[in-house]
């Protein structure tokens, strides 16, 4: 005979009531839990997608949508800017690195970036298998775009219109695989990168422009993709040279400090540009995203509280239901702290059980989180690891029993014998 | 063995019983005679030094346990006193076993699970030994009762209405076994109760006496 066999005789008189408690604990440290590593995985995702991007430039609009669309691949984009505009920022002596991304299409929801092969380096990405393409309607894909495709090197597809599935397919200009990325953990490996080329080489033939110079080739052909810009739905009209070029945003790397303070003044100045600082609006987000997160872990911390007074009044119900049994530990010899022990040890048993479990259930709701949000197009929630933070929850799935216990314990403790087992 | 003098004892500052005077050698059997609500069993938790004592001596084995600390009296009475309710006072989803062994444990002293088995075999429960509290029958929960009672060998055993509701033969048996229970202990007994069918088994009698405040 122990105190942990005794409690537990104690509760199994009433599994039902405990579990009923111990599953209300159990949610709201799911709900905690879920929420802290959804949390914690968005900000690790974004800081890691974020790189060391310093500004996008991009075409006048939302730049929390900018950065989104051009940084993160989840937005549609603001639209676009000229390919002249983008490369006079590319030359800018206070510029170190600047990669042209020019967005449009996707192919099974996977976004189809034209850009230099610079782009991979952003995020230190390196050939698997094959080779970089060396003209246009090459393609080289993020490991996750591969092997969702299930495609291989010298593989062919076509991209459809949009940044999502359902659009129009490009029949007549499919892209011929060149290589496939190693996975990085990042936005890249849901990319299919391909020369900015092939892009405008795309949506030229899907247009049948051919020298016509009518003003208005770009606006009609992808009327029905409302809201998605397009790599030269907002351009120059064609004329008999060739259309004019365009991409939807430059990502730059600053040189200097200077940079920060010369550059977005003088993006400022030019009259279709805009200037974001990913840093800053992936601030905003947070704090946007940290309010809704915050309403959710209040109802989290509610779910917790009112565990926790549940567990005061079943602690202290059983308690006066077992007053006779406690009264007889006493006669046989037991200290008034061992009543005071059997309680708090059936609290923190409770306690541990439900802490455990809220922790299995909030793992799992966050990895279905990520599992969802990958399958519906969303970020890839980069999931921590368990360590200090589980350590953390449960101490307070424990801490919230110890206190429930406190009242009930002290109220086994002064269980006085005489009074209860007093008889004829 | 047991010697009580001038007695009065009750809860609080309240004056519930007086008890002029009780002796018990050990193995020997006292009756403890009063109707229902005369403080009988306020008696016997003043013996086990449970309910206050405000006047007279009790001791056992030349002990008094009201000037003992708390602690120490706590100790004292789970091994020095062994106690039998009429409500027997099993915990249920523990087996008869364990609810044996829970006067050692209470009292913090070695727990023998073996001597606790010959016990329940030796009041014919050998096959209950495993079995739940709550699925054993009165009568066999009365044995477990007495066995949890014998396990410390105690020098005093206090039974509070162990008949009560009992038909003659059931309570014939558990007259049995209690005067079993004392001659194999050694235990002086102490048995409160108004059952008269008692008296036949037991002739030395004692009354308490209600006090009115």
Redesign the interface.
């Known amino acids: 005979?122990?105190r942990f066999?005794?409690v537990?005789?104690?509760i199994?008189?009433k599994p039902l009531t405990w579990a009923f408690h111990a599953l209300a604990l159990a949610l709201g440290v799911a709900v905690v839990t879920a929420l802290m590593l959804v949390q914690e995985g968005l900000q690790s995702r974004f800081k890691r997608d974020l790189a060391d991007i310093d500004l996008v430039i991009g075409a006048k609009g939302s730049p929390l949508q900018l950065v989104l669309s051009s940084v993160f691949a989840l937005d549609v984009p603001t639209g676009n800017i000229s390919l002249s505009e983008a490369e006079r920022f590319s030359k800018h002596p206070l510029v170190k690195r600047a990669v042209p991304v020019s967005l449009g299409d996707n192919a099974m929801g996977f976004r189809i970036v034209g850009t230099s092969r610079i782009y991979a380096d952003i995020y230190g990405g390196t050939l698997a298998v094959g080779a970089w393409w060396t003209g246009p309607m090459g393609a080289v894909l993020g490991s996750d775009a591969a092997r969702s495709m299930k495609i291989r090197v010298g593989d062919s597809f076509a991209g459809e219109h949009g940044l999502s599935m359902g659009g129009e397919v490009h029949k007549d200009a499919a892209y011929l695989v060149t290589g496939i990325l190693k996975p990085t953990g990042t936005v890249l490996d849901r990319m299919i990168l391909t020369d900015t080329e092939s892009v405008w080489k795309v949506h030229e033939e899907a247009h049948g422009v051919e020298g016509e110079g009518k003003a208005d080739a770009e606006s009609h052909a992808h009327a029905e993709h409302e809201g998605e810009a397009h790599a030269h739905e907002t351009g120059e009209p064609h004329d008999a040279a060739g259309p004019a070029r365009e991409v939807t945003a430059l990502l730059v790397t600053y040189k200097s400090v200077l940079g920060a303070v010369m550059i977005p003044r003088e993006v400022k100045a030019r009259p279709d540009l805009q200037p974001a600082v990913p840093a800053i609006e992936v601030a905003r987000l947070n704090r946007l995203l940290g309010n809704g997160g915050e309403v959710l872990q209040g109802f989290g911390v509610g779910l917790l509280v009112l565990a926790g007074l549940g567990f005061v009044l079943t602690l202290a119900t059983a308690v006066g239901q077992r007053a006779?049994?406690l009264?007889?530990?006493?006669?046989?010899?037991?200290?008034p702290l061992?009543l005071f022990s059997l309680v708090t040890i059936e609290a923190l048993l409770l306690g541990l059980l439900a802490g455990v479990a809220g922790l299995g259930l909030g793992w799992t709701a966050a990895t279905f989180a990520a599992q969802t949000s990958v399958n519906t197009g969303g970020p890839v929630l980069a999931l921590p690891p368990a360590g200090l933070r589980e350590v953390w929850i449960l101490g307070g799935a424990l801490a919230i029993s110890l206190v429930a216990a406190i009242g009930p314990a002290i109220a086994a403790y002064r269980t006085?014998?005489?009074?209860v087992?007093?008889?004829? | 063995m047991l010697e009580v003098k001038d007695l009065v004892a009750g809860y609080g500052q309240k004056r519930v019983v007086r008890l002029p005077s009780l002796s018990v050698e050990r193995g020997a059997c006292r009756l403890l005679l009063g109707p229902s609500g005369s403080g009988k069993s306020t008696v016997l938790l003043a013996l086990a030094g449970l309910a206050t004592s405000m006047a007279g001596t009790v001791t056992i084995n030349g002990v008094d346990l009201s000037r003992l600390k708390p602690a120490d009296r706590d100790r004292s009475r789970g091994r020095m006193i062994g106690f039998i309710f009429q409500d027997l006072h099993l915990i249920p989803g523990l087996s008869a076993l364990d609810n044996v062994v829970l006067s050692p444990f209470a009292a913090g002293v070695m727990q023998d699970r073996g001597r606790a088995q010959s016990l329940l075999e030796a009041l014919g429960l050998g096959e209950k030994v495993r079995q739940r509290a709550e699925r054993l029958s009165r009568g066999e929960a009365q044995r477990v009762a007495i066995a949890r009672a014998m396990l410390l060998k105690p020098s005093l055993i206090l039974a509070d209405e162990p008949t009560a509701s009992l038909d003659d033969t059931a309570c014939g048996v558990v007259a049995d076994l209690l005067e079993r229970a004392a001659s194999e202990t050694g235990a002086a007994l102490v048995i409160a109760t108004h059952d008269s069918r008692l008296k036949a088994r037991f002739p030395l009698t004692t009354n308490v006496e209600r006090l009115h405040e």
């Open positions: 005979m122990n066999k005794l537990w005789a104690f199994s008189r006779s049994q009264a007889l530990l006493r006669v046989l010899g037991a200290r061992m006085d014998p005489a009074r087992l007093k008889g004829g």
